[in-house]
């Protein structure tokens, strides 16, 4: 019999709708019920393509005595911490402050006015029954002291907290950024730190940016290495594109098999702006690999990207993804079949679980052609498996960040397509998401989903809609990324030049969450910092400058005392430093000189500069072309800083001296 999850939008909570568990959704009601009926508030948070959260619902959630027991001394709340991120994150700070660690499913114990008491992460079934018993037991016995508890936690985390005013760091607080990180860089395996390695997909760009300011090649060496490790590791899907969440391991050998959205639009941008950096073959296939991918594995039917792909199929995790060197020879003969293991690593004893092993391309093959024909054949070999399951809800931020890498790689790499992919994207989410100005976190089928959207949604997207002006000059994109920018100033600011999570009018939790640093994606205050500078640059608006200066306030601590936090935060300080730039390329659409200098500007420009792009007739409302008519009535490009502009020029070549002139 069906829970109270059975009419939810987020497929993760669908997964739940027949555990024999009394499920509520979080909400008022199930807060209600738990002082009618004087019990404590069990919150269970994960996510659909989370591997131990599945490993928790087989072993308790879909187990009836542990049920029974979870129903009779507790209302159960079950949350999406992809479709409810603030209840997630005020309720993790609480777990990583009582236990000292963090991790998904996490499992809370809230007193009915929803103060923790008591955290943990993933229990096996038998430690997790002896909780349940030890916790109805303590309410019941040591009720006072339980509710204490939940309040000394709740005035923890709830007092003042100052992220520190001021404005962004200069050029030798990034370099020194750059030193320490290469302290934690292994020159080994490329990567920061060890197992288990996560893409830092927002460090690469800082480093890139770096060293286009210092031109040193430190940081182009470290991303070079670490985007080439990852590239040709199993993290990297040898056959079907797209990078896995992360490596288990320090040598990018095995991946963490869920494939996140938000990772390979982030990395989509990472190798494109490798490949422009360097002109790196490899950057440039995975970055269309990835693309690729993108679009076949994780479209919607809408025009947007779904969620995730599980980590498990057929009731293991990665299966769908490994390989026995019998599996080869049943696929491929044996001729192909010793040349596809010796080149993808594929092993007796295996490099995973139970003689399996994973695809890694150490080396590019001696025979393309025939790697090519291989490749094909196991991909279609492949396709006779079951594959994982699909979190198909889209995300706002997610899709902002698919629609800037798209964007980007479509025009950097002359895939037009792949331009109009991020068109189609960011106009599901405008049309589906947003209400009367405002966002919603989610939808799923063309329909939106309950939950607010939160500052991630807005900055993200604003930057996915800036990007695609900058490759196709719309001013309605531009215009609506200043709607929401000004959604930002106006709903999520704090009192110190920052910005909190969630806007002012959401719904209140009993800490306002406000994270200032990068995670799996860049923190919510940072991307608005990036969206917000980039817009100035375009509109010539001081308001939102300064709004993203003194946004960038935590990076100059964050940078010496923990760089791998900051990375785009960092990356927005540099674009800072530059100016930033802004181009204005204008002439009639279709010339081919017209074309040509807009891809000089978007290939030589420092990241981060303000491009736009025109006919040269008419500003169509953006101020940067405004006073920017044709020279001689052909194409041309006028270089600014703070909309001071030099001389247009008319050719590529004149165009990129006055880049590097302007780069300092």
Not at 342 to 368: I, K, M, N, Q, W
Not at 476 to 495: C, H, I, P, Q, S
Not at 538 to 545: D, N, V
Request: aromatic share 8%.
């Amino acid at each position: 019999m069906a829970n109270r999850l059975a009419e939810a939008t987020s497929p993760y909570l669908l997964q739940h709708a027949g555990n024999p568990v009394d499920w509520y959704p979080w909400g008022d009601a199930a807060f209600a019920e738990a002082r009618r009926r004087d019990v404590p508030v069990l919150l269970s948070v994960g996510y659909a393509a989370c591997h131990w959260c599945h490993v928790m619902a087989h072993e308790s959630f879909e187990d009836p005595a542990t049920a029974r027991m979870m129903n009779a001394g507790f209302v159960n709340v079950k949350v999406d911490r992809e479709e409810r991120p603030d209840v997630d994150a005020v309720y993790m700070e609480a777990t990583q402050a009582m236990t000292g660690q963090g991790g998904w499913p996490m499992t809370v114990f809230l007193t009915p006015d929803g103060a923790p008491f008591y955290c943990g992460t993933y229990f096996p079934r038998e430690h997790f029954q002896r909780l349940l018993q030890g916790v109805a037991r303590a309410w019941d016995e040591e009720r006072e002291g339980v509710v204490e508890q939940g309040r000394r936690v709740v005035e923890a985390l709830s007092g003042p907290r100052s992220l520190g005013r001021g404005g962004a760091p200069g050029a030798d607080a990034l370099d020194a950024a750059v030193e320490a990180l290469a302290a934690d860089f292994d020159t080994a395996n490329g990567g920061f730190g060890g197992a288990p390695k996560f893409p830092p997909s927002m460090l690469l760009s800082f480093l890139l940016a770096n060293h286009a300011r210092t031109g040193r090649d430190l940081p182009l060496s470290m991303a070079a290495r670490t985007a080439e490790a990852m590239a040709r590791g199993g993290m990297y899907d040898q056959l079907g594109g797209g990078f896995a969440r992360y490596s288990v391991d320090a040598g990018w050998v095995v991946p963490h098999f869920e494939k996140m959205l938000y990772d390979n639009a982030l990395l989509l941008r990472a190798y494109t702006r490798l490949w422009r950096a360097t002109g790196d073959p490899l950057a440039r296939r995975v970055a269309l690999e990835t693309a690729e991918w993108m679009i076949a594995d994780l479209g919607t039917d809408e025009g947007g990207f779904a969620s995730a792909l599980d980590a498990d199929s057929e009731g293991e995790e990665g299966r769908y993804y490994v390989w026995t060197p019998a599996e080869l020879r049943e696929a491929l003969g044996e001729d192909d079949a010793a040349w596809a293991a010796d080149l993808f690593g594929v092993t007796d004893d295996g490099t995973f679980e139970h003689g399996f092993s994973v695809l890694r391309l150490p080396a590019d093959p001696d025979d393309p052609e025939r790697h090519a024909r291989v490749r094909a054949a196991l991909l279609a070999a492949r396709g006779h498996r079951v594959r994982p399951a699909r979190d198909d809800k889209v995300v706002a931020a997610w899709n902002g960040l698919a629609v800037a890498g798209l964007a980007e790689a479509g025009a950097l790499l002359e895939r037009p397509d792949l331009v109009a992919r991020a068109e189609a994207a960011a106009d599901l989410v405008v049309g589906v998401h947003l209400r009367e100005g405002r966002l919603a976190r989610t939808s799923r089928d063309g329909a939106a989903g309950p939950s607010a959207g939160v500052l991630e949604d807005y900055a993200d997207l604003a930057e996915g809609l800036l990007a695609l002006h900058a490759v196709t000059g719309d001013p309605g994109r531009l215009e609506l990324a200043g709607r929401l920018l000004d959604t930002v100033l106006d709903r999520f600011a704090d009192d110190e030049g920052g910005f909190y999570d969630t806007a002012d009018d959401s719904e209140a939790l009993f800490n306002r969450p406000q994270d200032p640093t990068d995670g799996a994606t860049p923190s919510g205050r940072f991307a608005a910092a990036g969206a917000l500078l980039t817009y100035a640059g375009l509109t010539g608006s001081e308001r939102h400058r300064r709004a993203a200066d003194e946004a960038l306030a935590p990076v100059g601590l964050l940078a010496a005392k923990a760089p791998r936090a900051a990375g785009w935060g960092m990356a927005v300080a540099e674009t800072l430093l530059s100016g930033p730039l802004e181009i204005a390329v204008v002439g009639p659409a279709g010339d081919p000189a017209t074309a040509e200098l807009h891809r000089t500007a978007l290939m030589a420009a420092p990241l981060g500069t303000a491009v736009t792009l025109g006919d040269g007739t008419d500003d169509r409302g953006v101020p940067l072309l405004t006073g920017r008519p044709l020279v001689d009535g052909g194409p041309a490009a006028y270089v600014c800083q703070g909309f001071a502009c030099r001389l247009p020029v008319t050719t590529p070549a004149d165009l990129r001296e006055q880049i590097a002139v302007g780069r300092g």
